[in-house]
C-alpha cells in the first residue's frame, strides 16, 4: 500500500532533550515535506527536499534540521526543543516537485514540557 | 506565508444538504488544490484544479476557479455524517525553479445525521 509513514504517533518530551520524528515513503516520491500544524495558525511549511542531499527551508525553520540521505526518509530534528515547539507536525511528499498533490503521513503530536 | 484564505472558518449542516466552502488567495497560481483533514489526521488529498480550468467535478465533489477574482469553491452535494472533517485549499504559485505548496487555515464542517 502507496503510504507515508511518520513515527512516533504521539511524543511527550522536556525541554532541551534532542528528538528524531521519522518520515519514510513507499512511492518513490522526490519531494518530501514538513508541516507543522497550530489551531489558528492553519499549515505552516518547516523544511522541503526536492531530492536526495537537496534540501531548503519553509516558512517557519527556526529549531529544525533535516537531511535527506536516502530518497525515502526525511526525519525532522529537534536538537534543543523548546515549549514553543508543541504542535501537530506533518510529512508529505508528492512525485516529483512542489505543486502536485502531496501525500500526508498521520501525523506525530508532539508536546514539549 | 498564507495564500489561501477559506471562508467560512466554520458550517454546520444537516445530512443531504450541500456545503459551499470559498477560498480567496492573492497571488498568480499554477493550480489551486483541495485538501480533507479528519479530527487531527492527515491530510488527503480531494482534487486539484489548475489555473486554466474553470470547474471540475469528482464524485459529489465540485470545484470552480476565478482566476480573475483570485477565488475557489469547493460544493460537496448531498452531505453525509462522514464529510464531517476540516477542510483546506491549498495553491501552487506558478512555476519558476522551485515552488511551495501554501495552505489556508481551513473550514470546518459539520453534518449532522
Known amino acids: 500500500e502507496a503510504q507515508v509513514t511518520q513515527n512516533p504517533r504521539y511524543l511527550i518530551t522536556v525541554t532541551g532533550k534532542k528528538l528524531t520524528v521519522t518520515c519514510s515513503q513507499n512511492?518513490?516520491?522526490?519531494?518530501m515535506s514538513w508541516y507543522r500544524q497550530d489551531p489558528g495558525l492553519g499549515l505552516r511549511q518547516i523544511y522541503y527536499?526536492?531530492?536526495?542531499?537537496?534540501?531548503d527551508k519553509g516558512d517557519v525553520p527556526e529549531g529544525y534540521k533535516v537531511s535527506r540521505k536516502e530518497k525515502r526518509n526525511f526525519p525532522l530534528i529537534l536538537e534543543s526543543p523548546s515549549p514553543n515547539q508543541t504542535s501537530l507536525y506533518f510529512c508529505?511528499?508528492?512525485?516529483?516537485?512542489?505543486?502536485?498533490?502531496?501525500?500526508f503521513g498521520s501525523g506525530t503530536q508532539l508536546s514539549v514540557l | 506565508s498564507q495564500q489561501g484564505e477559506e471562508d467560512p472558518q466554520a458550517l454546520s449542516i444537516q445530512e443531504g444538504e450541500n456545503a459551499t466552502m470559498n477560498c480567496s488567495y492573492k497571488?498568480?497560481?499554477?493550480?489551486l488544490q483541495w485538501y480533507r483533514q479528519n479530527s487531527g489526521r492527515g491530510l488527503v488529498h480531494l482534487i486539484l484544479?489548475?489555473?486554466?480550468?474553470r470547474e471540475k467535478h469528482s464524485g459529489r465533489l465540485r470545484v470552480t476557479l476565478d482566476t480573475s477574482k483570485k477565488s475557489s469553491s469547493l460544493l460537496i452535494t448531498a452531505s453525509r455524517a462522514a464529510d464531517t472533517a476540516s477542510y483546506f485549499c491549498?495553491?501552487?504559485?506558478?512555476?519558476?525553479?522551485?515552488?511551495?505548496?501554501?495552505f489556508g487555515k481551513g473550514t470546518m464542517l459539520l453534518v449532522s445525521p
Open positions: 508529505a511528499s508528492s512525485l516529483r516537485r512542489e505543486g502536485e498533490k502531496l501525500f
Open positions: 497571488t498568480s497560481i499554477n493550480n
Open positions: 512511492m518513490n516520491h522526490e519531494y
Open positions: 527536499s526536492m531530492n536526495v542531499e537537496v534540501t
Open positions: 484544479i489548475r489555473s486554466n480550468e
Open positions: 491549498a495553491t501552487a504559485p506558478p512555476i519558476s525553479g522551485y515552488s511551495t505548496l501554501t
